[in-house]
């Protein structure tokens, strides 16, 4: 017996399974549109003036560096050990990932079609640089180095864990 003289035999079976098919991928459909277009979850982020020094909030949108009335601002990933804060790397995007992300913003704006959009897309993976507090060099975040200082947060050898806006 083939298919199509199942479905023939049985067309109350077939609709109602047709119909479970649409409503789950409708209701697919609405989630991926809520989560696109709910807002983030933090919508706050950290930054440093002063290399990791100390830290405040602000908007979690801002594209590190960026200049505040205390100097130039980076990105700053705050965590908790043994009851103290600190700031374990410092992070900013590079100068030609900045530019092609501004400059994929007003493109957008003025509804012409985007150019770079390589470094677009990579922004937040290829087109960061980090760095310990305190250390004058800048390393890619996808090297080896950019990878020891984002994942080796813990100062003390203990347990490290990330403090949230």
């Keep these: ?33 809520r989560a696109i277009f709910s807002p983030p979850l933090f919508d706050e982020a950290y930054y440093s003036t002063d ?19 205390q100097g130039t601002a980076v990105g700053a990933e705050v ?34 079609q985007p150019k770079r959009m390589d470094l677009v897309m990579g922004a937040d993976i290829s087109g960061k640089e980090v760095k310990k507090p305190g250390s004058p060099n800048w390393v890619s975040f996808t090297s080896p180095e950019g990878r020891v200082i984002t994942t080796a947060v813990a100062r003390d050898g203990g347990t490290a864990e990330k403090v949230e806006p």
């Design 79 to 112: 965590y908790r050990e043994a009851g103290k804060e600190y700031v374990a790397f410092l992070h900013r995007y590079t100068a030609e990932t900045k530019s092609a992300i501004e400059a994929y913003e007003r493109d957008k704006a003025a509804n012409v």
């Design 51 to 69: 290399d990791g020094k100390t830290w405040f909030l602000d908007k979690k949108m801002k594209m590190p560096p960026f200049e505040t009335g």
């Design 1 to 33: 017996m083939g298919i199509r003289e199942i479905i023939n035999r049985n067309q109350s079976l077939t609709i109602v399974a047709a119909g479970i098919l649409v409503l789950g991928a409708g209701w697919m459909v609405v989630g991926q549109a």
